[in-house]
């Protein structure tokens, strides 16, 4: 399998994201198109994997959701952990 992520001009900003694997068809190895997100979905993509080295672990019978724009606004607020804490402690693992 292998990833394909062109950059646009400015650091962190990625076109596209394509994923892609070599099948061999007939003898001759093929890439094949597994899947290809444009630069919004990308992103959004690349904000979830941020996001979960934060997601607890322990599970439990509470879920959360967060959609897409909170998830962003707060990825790419420098100072929006520290607030989150000074608001609620017990919410910052």
């Not at 070599?22 to 690349?46: F, H, K």
């Amino acid at each position: 399998m292998q990833i394909k992520l062109p950059m646009a001009r400015e650091a962190g900003s990625v076109r596209e994201l394509q994923l892609e694997r070599v099948v061999t068809i007939g003898g001759q190895p093929t890439i094949e198109t597994l899947l290809t997100l444009d630069r919004d979905a990308s992103g959004r993509l690349i904000d979830l994997a941020r996001a979960i080295e934060h997601v607890p672990v322990e599970g439990g019978e509470d879920t959360v959701r967060i959609d897409d724009p909170t998830l962003h606004d707060f990825l790419t607020d420098p100072g929006a952990l520290a607030r989150l804490y000074d608001s609620d402690p017990r919410a910052v693992p």
